[in-house]
């Protein structure tokens, strides 16, 4: 309502000078039609009546012109027309230029967009998540979530990046606005109070920035998951203690990563997979053991060093600034005879591996070209700060590649998306590598595929129809996984399917349950699959026909059987 009544005031405030040229303008014709006489076809003295002075007066003023009413006029009346005819479209272009001005006036632009961003986020009734800010990271997220018709809320205060987000044409839609993602009049605008809002994200590089929205977040609803991002432990450990339940430190996440690939091999497959990766590793991946050089000594330099003092792995440092090397150089280009023998005495020469890990993409590109001139063998890692050039990465062949923005979107969309995943992750890095080994042996049996898909599904009526319903018809009724897990084409075969985790509906954590597990309401799987394995499950747990299959073997008669019949009653 207060927004309607900003919009009004809006364009009565920018319009009525305007309108009041037009009424004195026009009241001035009008009175001036009346009070001149004019003649009849008779030669009498005739006034024009009020409408009649009206009517032509409207007419006249907007250049149609039909004539002389209801006589011809007298030469007195001709001009008072001409007269009319100058004020009056005058009046009008002045009050079409206004209108014109009122239009592009960005206040009431504004004012209009937060009305229909207002009734979008009222009507919307599906469960949603709001992001803070549009950059490479959330434009990244959004693509992601959109695959799996997520709806999403964006805010930033920049007008040019929510014109940006619009042109991308997400589907489903997502909702943006301009305002101040600081205010917690715009996160109530972007409905942070609604039941159906499951999450906040707010990924700016400011830590402080963050830890405001974050606290603000959690003031206006508690019960929301709020996601945010931190660069130092210190800053993590302080989110932590205002009860943020999701931090995302991207330095931490490579470290722990680093990590595994140097001493736990499986465990870091087990941990790529969730991501895309095949269950093998190529050659290339195999991290070698020895001296590293670490060129780069800010938070993602320390980040692998700690990893390497953790391996028990010796390492050099190079405390490259990229600020400070492009001013005193006044070029960002690195290799000259000074830097080359920085990395001779940093012991590249005999160094195993090299990692370049400064902010500048460029810097880092440079530092691995240089190091393989002076060792072609050194194993290379680099930092690549920015989505957009992967690419350039690429064809220089780095052997192994983090991307800050791509591994936080990764880690955030598996938040939101498959949260049980993110557990399952978190478990990881407190396991040993025979555990690794053993899950890893387990998903390759039951999969029989180096490319699982990860999936995540509740029993509930939503999610698994035919199930849920048999389940609830009766709770005398006990089914247990090994009796769901039956392929659709031969009930008597297992499905390629591995049932990494299961999440019961007091919260309770059983991972790689065995087929005798009892499955209930509300319980929540994550399974790694074939992809033809993971629509026939979705489809068995959710069609009378194919459940009563894997079941019990049978063709149903009549397409529903019995007990189920009930049910959907």
């Given at each position: 309502?207060?927004?309607?009544?900003?919009?009004?005031?809006?364009?009565?405030?920018?319009?009525?000078?305007?309108?009041?040229?037009?009424?004195?303008?026009?009241?001035?014709?009008?009175?001036?039609?009346?009070?001149?006489?004019?003649?009849?076809?008779?030669?009498?003295?005739?006034?024009?009546?009020?409408?009649?002075?009206?009517?032509?007066?409207?007419?006249?003023?907007?250049?149609?012109?039909?004539?002389?009413?209801?006589?011809?006029?007298?030469?007195?009346?001709?001009?008072?027309?001409?007269?009319?005819?100058?004020?009056?479209?005058?009046?009008?272009?002045?009050?079409?230029?206004?209108?014109?001005?009122?239009?592009?006036?960005?206040?009431?632009?504004?004012?209009?967009?937060?009305?229909?961003?207002?009734?979008?986020?009222?009507?919307?009734?599906?469960?949603?998540?709001?992001?803070?800010?549009?950059?490479?990271?959330?434009?990244?997220?959004?693509?992601?979530?959109?695959?799996?018709?997520?709806?999403?809320?964006?805010?930033?205060?920049?007008?040019?990046?929510?014109?940006?987000?619009?042109?991308?044409?997400?589907?489903?839609?997502?909702?943006?606005?301009?305002?101040?993602?600081?205010?917690?009049?715009?996160?109530?605008?972007?409905?942070?109070?609604?039941?159906?809002?499951?999450?906040?994200?707010?990924?700016?590089?400011?830590?402080?920035?963050?830890?405001?929205?974050?606290?603000?977040?959690?003031?206006?609803?508690?019960?929301?998951?709020?996601?945010?991002?931190?660069?130092?432990?210190?800053?993590?450990?302080?989110?932590?203690?205002?009860?943020?339940?999701?931090?995302?430190?991207?330095?931490?996440?490579?470290?722990?990563?680093?990590?595994?690939?140097?001493?736990?091999?499986?465990?870091?497959?087990?941990?790529?997979?969730?991501?895309?990766?095949?269950?093998?590793?190529?050659?290339?991946?195999?991290?070698?053991?020895?001296?590293?050089?670490?060129?780069?000594?800010?938070?993602?330099?320390?980040?692998?060093?700690?990893?390497?003092?953790?391996?028990?792995?010796?390492?050099?440092?190079?405390?490259?600034?990229?600020?400070?090397?492009?001013?005193?150089?006044?070029?960002?280009?690195?290799?000259?005879?000074?830097?080359?023998?920085?990395?001779?005495?940093?012991?590249?020469?005999?160094?195993?591996?090299?990692?370049?890990a400064t902010k500048d993409d460029l810097i880092n590109l440079t530092i691995i070209l240089t190091a393989k001139k002076i060792n072609p063998n050194i194993y290379t890692i680099a930092r690549?700060?920015?989505?957009?050039?992967?690419?350039?990465?690429?064809?220089?062949?780095?052997?192994?590649?983090?991307?800050?923005?791509?591994?936080?979107?990764?880690?955030?969309?598996?938040?939101?998306?498959?949260?049980?995943?993110?557990?399952?992750?978190?478990?990881?890095?407190?396991?040993?590598?025979?555990?690794?080994?053993?899950?890893?042996?387990?998903?390759?049996?039951?999969?029989?595929?180096?490319?699982?898909?990860?999936?995540?599904?509740?029993?509930?009526?939503?999610?698994?129809?035919?199930?849920?319903?048999?389940?609830?018809?009766?709770?005398?009724?006990?089914?247990?996984?090994?009796?769901?897990?039956?392929?659709?084409?031969?009930?008597?075969?297992?499905?390629?399917?591995?049932?990494?985790?299961?999440?019961?509906?007091?919260?309770?954590?059983?991972?790689?349950?065995?087929?005798?597990?009892?499955?209930?309401?509300?319980?929540?799987?994550?399974?790694?699959?074939?992809?033809?394995?993971?629509?026939?499950?979705?489809?068995?747990?959710?069609?009378?026909?194919?459940?009563?299959?894997?079941?019990?073997?049978?063709?149903?008669?009549?397409?529903?059987?019995?007990?189920?019949?009930?049910?959907?009653?």
């Amino acid at each position: 309502m207060e927004n309607r009544n900003n919009i009004l005031w809006i364009i009565i405030r920018k319009m009525r000078i305007p309108l009041l040229v037009i009424i004195i303008t026009f009241a001035i014709s009008i009175l001036g039609m009346v009070l001149i006489p004019g003649q009849d076809n008779n030669g009498n003295v005739y006034y024009m009546n009020f409408l009649d002075a009206v009517y032509f007066v409207t007419y006249m003023a907007s250049t149609i012109g039909f004539g002389e009413i209801p006589y011809e006029f007298t030469y007195a009346q001709r001009m008072w027309v001409l007269f009319s005819i100058f004020i009056t479209v005058i009046g009008w272009f002045y009050a079409i230029g206004a209108l014109v001005t009122l239009i592009q006036d960005k206040n009431l632009i504004s004012q209009v967009n937060l009305a229909k961003f207002q009734r979008k986020i009222k009507e919307l009734k599906e469960p949603f998540i709001i992001i803070l800010g549009y950059n490479h990271i959330t434009k990244d997220l959004i693509n992601k979530l959109s695959i799996s018709n997520k709806r999403i809320v964006v805010i930033d205060k920049e007008e040019a990046k929510i014109e940006e987000l619009e042109l991308e044409n997400f589907i489903p839609e997502v909702y943006a606005l301009t305002a101040d993602v600081n205010s917690p009049d715009t996160l109530r605008l972007a409905g942070i109070k609604k039941r159906n809002c499951k999450g906040v994200v707010t990924l700016f590089d400011n830590d402080f920035k963050n830890t405001k929205i974050a606290l603000l977040a959690k003031l206006l609803n508690d019960r929301i998951n709020v996601i945010v991002k931190s660069t130092t432990k210190e800053q993590s450990e302080h989110l932590k203690n205002l009860h943020i339940k999701t931090v995302i430190d991207p330095f931490t996440i490579i470290s722990s990563r680093f990590y595994l690939a140097l001493t736990s091999p499986s465990l870091w497959l087990l941990e790529m997979m969730f991501f895309g990766h095949e269950l093998k590793l190529e050659k290339f991946e195999y991290m070698p053991k020895g001296k590293y050089v670490i060129c780069g000594y800010g938070r993602m330099g320390k980040a692998i060093a700690q990893a390497l003092t953790r391996a028990k792995l010796e390492y050099t440092y190079i405390d490259l600034k990229s600020s400070e090397y492009k001013k005193n150089k006044k070029s960002a280009i690195f290799g000259d005879s000074s830097d080359f023998r920085d990395l001779v005495k940093a012991g590249v020469k005999e160094a195993v591996a090299i990692v370049a890990a400064t902010k500048d993409d460029l810097i880092n590109l440079t530092i691995i070209l240089t190091a393989k001139k002076i060792n072609p063998n050194i194993y290379t890692i680099a930092r690549e700060n920015t989505i957009e050039d992967i690419t350039i990465f690429k064809s220089a062949k780095v052997d192994r590649l983090y991307v800050l923005e791509n591994l936080i979107s990764e880690y955030v969309h598996k938040v939101i998306h498959l949260p049980l995943a993110y557990y399952f992750i978190n478990e990881i890095h407190k396991q040993t590598e025979e555990w690794g080994e053993k899950i890893l042996a387990e998903i390759k049996e039951k999969v029989q595929f180096h490319k699982p898909e990860v999936f995540q599904i509740r029993v509930s009526k939503n999610e698994t129809y035919a199930l849920y319903n048999y389940l609830k018809e009766d709770k005398e009724r006990k089914i247990v996984l090994g009796q769901i897990l039956r392929d659709l084409r031969d009930y008597k075969k297992r499905a390629r399917i591995c049932v990494l985790m299961v999440k019961n509906r007091k919260g309770e954590i059983t991972f790689m349950p065995d087929d005798n597990y009892e499955v209930k309401v509300s319980d929540t799987f994550l399974m790694a699959a074939t992809k033809e394995a993971k629509e026939d499950f979705e489809l068995a747990v959710n069609n009378y026909n194919e459940f009563y299959y894997i079941l019990t073997g049978k063709e149903p008669k009549y397409g529903i059987f019995k007990y189920l019949s009930k049910g959907e009653e």
